[in-house]
């Protein structure tokens, strides 16, 4: 059994530490996925390609296939052998490197630039899998929704910074031209590393090596195992099957937001990430706020908020023309992009079993970035065979579908008072 009484509670600069970490991450999904490599991809690098949007959404998909078999796995070895930080340093320093890499990618480059984002994509989100794995031993059931919404929080400011950096390197170059905005992509990678540099060091790693089987069972296998034991859980389980519709939506929203952006509403790079820096404060403020309101209320009526809000920002979008209403529409989706994935890490926490919490974040992994193929899959084979507006109403029911499955479920905390 895993115990954790020769380290003392997790005190507010650790709970810090943990953020920082939210912080510097963001700077590869916000920067790199979200605003700029991915109108780098389909612009630049696949300049003429038909299949622009499927060709990023499949790279996307298999560093998330990936994900799904090994997620499972290495969260029971790292429970195992109480190594989730060792697991953290690795993958943040693999993510950094292959971002760095992008540097190299131009015009033509297709197979090169789409084997580096599978694995800098595969590390961000294994790295991501660990470092919410720390979430139950630094919370309670009382907080685990405001420290969560703490790290959203804090991983909103990180996008906001990090696209600042990069506003600053198109400024000083001169231009958008590509021989610029690749200047952006090593940036980041250290952006990121310097960032995470509070929670590689002072980040604890509180559970004890356990006692090891003689041989471990392959990846396959243990997903396998792991997924046969998730009924046994049922309200863990019900929820994951919302979390995974609704992610599907969120996580095309993520990959081809600034595609739509630039392709359907005419916003150019520079107003790009202009509109994306505004996202981001937004985003923190849902973060911050709907973490409070799930401790007080339940996270099902914060979910459910957020869903619906989200239903409203694909008919938004769909209908946009002008990029005064975009901008709107953007906003409001900056402020339930936070809250939902803080709200939804914090469910997790608070119906992980003790002593598993690696193996079951593992699966909220595997739920969430097999969303992450399916959803951007689709989202660009939509838009590819028909338009892009088209595709949003696939994301609007991606939505639907997750607050369908979500109001079966009693997910409402007991009431706690604050002072």
């Known amino acids: 059994m895993t115990t954790t009484a020769t380290i003392p509670p997790a005190n507010k600069k650790e709970i810090f530490s943990w953020c920082c970490y939210d912080f510097a991450n963001s700077s590869y999904t916000t920067v790199i996925i979200t605003v700029i490599y991915s109108t780098y991809f389909t612009k630049v690098v696949c300049q003429g390609l038909d299949a622009a949007n499927t060709l990023w959404a499949a790279a996307l998909a298999i560093s998330q296939l990936i994900v799904i078999f090994l997620g499972p796995w290495l969260g029971a070895v790292a429970d195992r052998h109480a190594c989730k930080k060792k697991f953290l340093i690795s993958l943040s ?6 971002t760095a890499l992008l540097y190299f990618t131009a015009p033509g480059t297709v197979w090169l630039a789409f084997a580096l984002i599978v694995v800098s994509n595969f590390a961000f989100s294994m790295g991501e899998n660990f470092c919410a794995s720390f979430l139950p031993e630094l919370s309670t059931p009382e907080t685990c929704g405001k420290i969560s919404g703490y790290g959203w929080s804090f991983g909103y400011l990180g ?13 000083l170059g001169g231009s958008s031209d590509p021989s610029v905005v690749k200047n952006i992509f090593p940036a980041t990678a250290l952006f990121f590393i310097l960032a995470a540099l509070p929670t590689l060091f002072f980040l604890r790693e509180r559970a004890k090596p356990k006692s090891s089987p003689t041989t471990e069972p392959s990846a396959f296998t243990h997903l396998l195992n792991t997924l046969k034991k998730l009924p046994a859980q049922r309200t863990l389980f019900q929820f994951f099957i919302s979390f995974f519709c609704y992610m599907c939506g969120l996580c095309s929203i993520v990959a081809f937001a600034a595609i739509y952006a630039q392709t359907e509403i005419g916003f150019s790079t520079e107003q790009t990430i202009l509109l994306f820096a505004s996202l981001q404060i937004s985003s923190a403020i849902g973060a911050f706020a709907f973490g409070f309101l799930q401790d007080r209320t339940g996270a099902r009526l914060a979910l459910t908020i957020s869903l619906v809000l989200w239903i409203v920002v694909c008919l938004g979008a769909a209908f946009s023309t002008t990029q005064a209403a975009f901008f709107i529409v953007g906003n409001l989706a900056g402020i339930v992009i936070g809250s939902t994935q803080s709200a939804s890490r914090a469910v997790v926490s608070m119906l992980t079993p003790a002593g598993q919490e690696g193996e079951y974040f593992g699966l909220w992994g595997f739920f ?28 609007a029911l991606f939505f639907v579908l997750g607050l369908i499955f979500l109001q079966n479920l009693d997910l409402k905390r007991p009431s706690v008072s604050y002072s």
């Open 93 to 98: 320093l693999l993510c950094a490197s292959f």
């Open 159 to 171: 996008g906001l910074v990090s696209l600042g950096m990069a506003l600053l390197i198109l400024k």
């Open 368 to 395: 969430g970035k097999l969303a992450a193929v399916l959803g951007p899959l689709a989202f660009g084979f939509v838009a590819d065979l028909v338009h892009l507006r088209w595709a949003i109403g696939l994301v």
